[in-house]
């Protein structure tokens, strides 16, 4: 239709299975990678080059402009893809002596899904592990195949290979990186190169790369009629859609080769079946109720030459790129309206909706910008032309153009405070820690990760201003402090709308020269980034903030302001200068002591302990920060305040210390450190030996009612061979007689928890038979207290637990058996019985229990007795009214008061009240007959005593 010699775009938007166009944007990329070829070719080495670059973001094209450039120059190529699909293989047999090749490795889409998605989780799949696994080692045999004759044969064969890896960040710094460190790292790895591709895809190389692809696909007839100016390059599209579909991405977040080429074969396709942009517009989602004309040229936002109702009337300036004059004032203008131009990268020069967009014309790039105004540039004046009105903007979601303005102006106002100023700078940073007041601004001091780090945003008005900075910064570097609070390194933040960038620069140089800390033989530099914006930088540095708050009122992916890139890269440097002195110890269930003395050991022979890398250059400094002695305590906090402790593992101060102790750079007298000297090691050694000595014998106390029980034991410890005659004999006694204290003391401390357990043993015998003897003294001399056992203590438990319940019993019965008269006197018995070595209580407690059964019974009867005779003298005063405590005189009144037998008054008055009497019975208590009995009970009836029923 368009004559075409195949489609231009594919609609997955990847290059075509006969690839006919060439790249564009990547020639920096490909002459890093150049390069790497040249150093495989010209020398005799293999390298490795990764290449770098999000999902999308045109890796395998770069790769095909690699290839291309390889085969000109000689290399034998061999391209595959990692993928999780199929064995991971690079084809080898046919690479011939000096022979270049050039090997290509192209992420596939699925592991760059698995990497993205995943991240480290990704390791728990068996299949992308092995993967991993298997590529790291192909890359590492071609790159030293003689290691790995096993796997490529005659390693003189594979010289001259040049590898190249295409990887997306998440799986190269996020899983590579850590996975597989001795391949792909760029310090400590195999990684000659790392060539990122520049993720800035700008509007002018987007038209480029349509452009280009259009003219590659095109057939001769197209040809010569482009050439014969009869047919835009860019036809069938217009420069008017493709601002359109490049506004879309850009709505849509993806500013990015791939899912632009995708939109741009999607608009190809519904051209060539008769539709328009506004079809796409719209399947996109920008459904107004409007025109499909009035949608496209409002959506494209880029001016037109024609006029009409729904437009308006704006300048059109076309400005070159390298007039910064023009430029400085185009931006000023595209600032007030929240857009932003930069001046140096022209990466950063793109496309803003109705301000301005840019494009190549003759190899030169120009920035078309759109005014309402007329700016003074008249030379670059291209005419009036006419772009959307606002309300027509409004319809196609434009409507926060003049929002914009407004925040830009209220913005920039707010930005005329310094303070505020600062305040802005601090949250761009996105500094989050303890704010601290410190010289003529403010510090924001945080914990990142283990480095402790401070922001300083100073702001200065006046000379005087500029020279208390620079003192307290003075001081800042030199001690490594902020208001108590210590750094690791510091981000120092500097504006002054009076004084000159330069003149801050001039007077904060030295300081950045000086030594960090004061004794680590590095610069400041390497610790610090410095910002500085002076009145010249003023300006820009408001702009700058403007713009990003405007992006953020946006919620657009925008460029942050400068420094926030700078500060990075400084922390970046800083941190990996920080790095170089964290210190590691490793262990396994060794004790930690052992580690350290084992590390000291290994140090003075002159080994490489892993972990500690760095020690020897932390050494050094300590030893810097004082002259002959410093205080253990002090020396642990400088240690604290120089180093990023923070960041060690499994090592902290003490340690660092009991280090220098260890190898005999430190002499401890008391609580001072002393730098080595032959004339006080031998103290120090004689102290440790001495305490070793007062571990030879091991003493037990344990004190008991009935004494203090005594234990000792001797430990064998051996011998130490004393030697001091420089620093090294002396760190080598030191060491053998430390370890020798800590075995002293181990073996103490079990020596002398078995003697405990023993002695408490002992002591806990006599605390049993104290309590025994407490109760019964007199079993005192039949125990031996130096042969007392467990069996002695048991019998005599036996025998006082046999008496209390002795004792017990007759405490019951003491009282029964004073009643009735007993003689027994068990108190007695059981003192006499305790008396003897075996005493025989068992037969003695069955023999009481008998003799209490009888005094129980014989109380019983008292007690019955007792009753009836109270009864029988109650009844006899109701009846009779005779008060007597004797029963006998009663009865016998009563009994001669009646003429009534005496026996059987006393038998009726102890039935008591109530009584029914019985004749018989009565008959046969008292020895009378019945008619008896009837004729006496007769005359107490008379009596009023008894009733007729014979019942009292």
Not at 148 to 174: C, M, S, W
Not at 620 to 645: C, G, M, N, Q, W
Request: charged share 35%; net charge negative; aromatic share 8%.
């Amino acid at each position: 239709m368009y004559a075409f010699v195949d489609t231009p775009f594919s609609p997955s938007g990847v290059t075509h299975l006969t690839r006919r166009h060439r790249a564009v944007g990547f020639e920096k990329e490909l002459e890093e990678l150049k390069e790497a070829l040249k150093v495989a070719k010209e020398g005799n080495n293999n390298v490795l080059a990764v290449v770098v670059a999000p999902y999308g973001w045109g890796k395998s094209e770069l790769l095909d402009e690699l290839e291309s450039l390889a085969e000109g120059e000689g290399f034998d190529v061999y391209r595959t893809a990692l993928s999780l699909e199929g064995e991971f293989a690079i084809e080898i047999a046919a690479k011939k002596r000096d022979k270049p090749m050039l090997v290509l490795i192209d992420e596939a889409d699925e592991l760059s899904r698995a990497a993205a998605v995943h991240k480290l989780g990704v390791l728990g799949d068996e299949k992308f592990v092995k993967t991993v696994q298997k590529v790291a080692t192909y890359i590492r045999a071609l790159l030293e195949p003689r290691s790995y004759k096993h796997l490529l044969g005659d390693p003189e064969r594979f010289n001259k290979i040049a590898i190249v890896a295409a990887l997306t960040p998440q799986l190269y710094y996020t899983i590579l990186k850590n996975i597989v460190p001795d391949v792909f790292d760029l310090t400590s790895g195999r990684v000659y190169k790392e060539v990122v591709i520049d993720t800035r895809f700008p509007f002018w190389q987007f038209v480029e790369t349509v452009k280009q692809r259009l003219l590659a696909y095109s057939a001769g007839e197209r040809m010569k009629k482009i050439e014969a100016g009869a047919l835009n390059p860019l036809d069938p599209f217009t420069l008017q859609e493709l601002a359109a579909v490049y506004h879309l991405a850009k709505k849509k977040g993806e500013v990015a080769p791939r899912p632009l080429l995708k939109l741009m074969a999607r608009l190809f396709q519904l051209k060539k079946e008769g539709h328009r942009l506004a079809h796409l517009l719209r399947e996109e989602g920008l459904n107004p109720d409007i025109d499909d004309e009035v949608l496209e040229l409002a959506f494209a936002a880029i001016p037109v030459d024609v006029k009409k109702p729904y437009l308006k009337e704006v300048y059109v300036y076309k400005i070159p790129y390298d007039d910064k004059d023009a430029l400085s004032a185009a931006r000023e203008y595209l600032i007030a309206r929240g857009a932003e131009l930069d001046l140096k990268d022209p990466k950063n020069t793109s496309f803003e909706p109705y301000l301005y967009y840019t494009l190549l014309e003759g190899g030169k790039l120009y920035v078309y910008l759109v005014s309402e105004e007329e700016l003074g540039l008249e030379r670059y004046l291209v005419g009036k032309r006419y772009i959307a009105a606002e309300e027509v903007a409004k319809l196609v979601g434009w409507e926060e153009a003049q929002t914009i303005a407004a925040l830009s102006r209220e913005y920039g106002q707010r930005l005329e405070n310094p303070n505020a100023l600062l305040e802005e700078v601090e949250k761009a940073l996105g500094v989050d820690g303890i704010k601290l007041r410190v010289c003529c601004g403010y510090a924001v001091w945080q914990n990142n990760m283990g480095l402790r780090e401070a922001y300083l945003f100073l702001y200065i008005d006046r000379e005087e201003d500029l020279r208390k900075i620079t003192e307290a910064l003075s001081h800042i570097t030199a001690q490594g402090v902020v208001n108590g609070y210590v750094v690791d390194y510091l981000n120092i933040f500097v504006v002054s709308r009076v004084l000159l960038s330069e003149t801050i620069q001039q007077a904060i140089s030295p300081l950045m020269s000086a030594y960090w800390k004061r004794f680590f033989p590095n610069p400041v530099s390497n610790f610090a980034t410095l910002e500085i914006y002076g009145a010249d930088k003023y300006e820009k540095l408001r702009h700058e903030l403007i713009r990003h708050a405007i992006d953020k009122f946006l919620k657009r992916e925008g460029k942050p302001p400068s420094f926030v890139d700078a500060v990075r890269l400084g922390r970046e440097k800083s941190r990996e200068q920080i790095l170089r002195y964290t210190l590691a110890l490793k262990r396994g269930r060794e004790k930690r002591f052992i580690a350290l003395l084992k590390a000291a050991e290994a140090l003075d022979a002159g080994e490489e302990v892993e972990g500690l890398a760095a020690y020897h250059a932390v050494e050094e400094i300590l030893l810097r920060t004082f002259d002959d002695s410093i205080h253990e305590k002090e020396l642990k906090s400088v240690v604290a305040t120089l180093f990023p402790v923070n960041l060690w593992r499994d090592l902290r101060e003490d340690d660092v210390v009991e280090l220098m102790k260890l190898r005999g750079v430190l002499v401890p007298m008391g609580e001072r450190l002393y730098k080595y000297r032959g004339d006080i090691v031998r103290s120090y050694v004689a102290e440790v030996l001495k305490q070793i000595e007062a571990l030879r014998v091991v003493e037990v106390e344990v004190r008991t009612p009935l004494g203090t029980v005594k234990l000792a034991k001797k430990i064998d410890l051996g011998e130490i061979h004393i030697s001091v005659e420089d620093r090294k004999s002396y760190a080598k006694t030191l060491r053998e007689a430390l370890l020798k204290l800590h075995e002293a003391r181990e073996k103490y401390e079990k020596v002398k928890s078995e003697l405990e357990r023993e002695a408490e043993e002992k002591a806990k015998l006599l605390r049993k038979i104290s309590a025994v003897l407490d109760k019964f003294p007199q079993r005192r001399k039949f125990i031996d207290l130096a042969r007392l056992n467990e069996e002695v203590v048991r019998r005599e438990e036996l025998i006082a637990q046999k008496a209390e319940e002795i004792a017990n019993m007759w405490a019951s019965a003491r009282h029964m058996a004073e009643a009735v008269g007993s003689e027994i006197n068990v108190e007695r018995d059981l003192s006499l019985l305790l008396e003897l070595p075996e005493p025989w209580l068992d037969e003695y407690a069955a023999h009481l229990r008998i003799r209490i059964s009888e005094i129980e019974k014989r109380y019983a009867e008292l007690i019955e007795l007792e009753r009836s005779k109270k009864v029988a003298l109650d009844w006899i005063r109701s009846k009779f009214g005779i008060e007597t405590e004797d029963l006998e005189s009663a009865t016998s009144a009563v009994a001669s008061k009646l003429g009534v037998k005496k026996r059987l008054i006393e038998v009726i008055a102890k039935r008591g009240k109530g009584a029914v009497l019985d004749v018989d019975e009565l008959a046969k208590e008292t020895g009378l007959n019945r008619e008896e009995v009837e004729k006496e009970l007769e005359i107490l009836h008379k009596a009023g005593a008894v009733e007729k029923r014979y019942v009292a």
